[in-house]
């Protein structure tokens, strides 16, 4: 069954990767299956027609078939309950993985959230500078945290999963900020997920759609 | 196996069910299993016996024989998929209920933390008030879609659902500030998940925690 992916026509992250389509992208080049990617405009992403997929307005939506997802999250855990290479096959552990899957988008990535918005919307404001250090102190306090976790493991819990998925996919929004550096075993984790073939393929895929949409004069 | 879920020896939500400990006492009420709680003081959620379990220290944990778990989202799921009450048979259905619950935590959470943020720890700073009308504006960007989604529907997307716990869960975080109220369909959405009987018998476990260790003199 065809798999058909939506994402931005236009990313504001200008192709590093870091708008959540690239997460699904990831998945499904992990899994091995083939997909087509709609993209839209920010116009688009606003109407009726959108808005049935995902009610929130946002990207990614999957299709396949007669299933309709949104929540990168749990496109994710479909794909990975649907194919192999993403969830390990020992129910104990695979309840393990899907633990990291959510930590890495509610505990994790709210932190990140909170910086992001921040850096967005207030980074004029006269405020912001004063806001700024308690908003990394709670970044810190989850990094120094996962960071202790993860040690020197090259993964969260043996072989690659869906959980590392997202918690790279996560971490990565860090890179910019130049946080990420501070820990240099969580920034040989990313590294790690980085180097993934199907990383570099799912990143290839979304900077093209970039470039396409921005071709250099 | 039994089943024992760790929460806070004395809440600082003062028994409003508002803990996260709340949504898996819930869970376990809808799918009929029993459960002990292993309460635990700000100071034993810091110490390395639990981050074992938490490494973010947090409650609540789940504990079933050799099985370890974290975070609410991903321990309501697997509860979901060991007993029946919370996820529908239909695959499809299945991956649109957990869909949902993603939803809940990153999307719909995201925004109601930030603003439990400011109240608790900017309250006093000089830009509270500046900040907040953009920070409600966000919640009520989100609540306004998914109102609409809901529309006339008992449950998101057919019978009751782990999707629904967790968005009644975390729609019930702005009862207090008295949002909820404003969104009549929600608010009635929210209402009947309080009334399920599995909903008031983890209510009542919870307060009887917190009535015990805040005995009225």
Redo the contacts between chains.
Sequence with gaps: MAITITAFERSPDRGRGLARDMRVRWALEEVGQPYDVRLLSFEAMKQMQH?ALQ????IPTYEEG??A???????I??IAERYAGLLPDDP?AR??A??W???A???M??TI??LE?ANI??RN???YD??LP?ILGRIHT?LG??S??LGDAEWLDGEFSAGDLEMVSVLLRLRGPGILKEYPTLDAYVARGEARPGYRRAFEGQLAVFKAANPTP
């Design positions: 808005l009610p929130f307005g946002q007669k299933l997802l949104f929540e990168s999250g749990a496109i855990l479909h104990d309840a393990r899907i633990a899957m959510f930590a988008v509610s505990t990535e709210q959230v909170e918005v919307l207030e404001e006269p405020w004063k806001r308690a989850r945290q996962f202790r976790r």
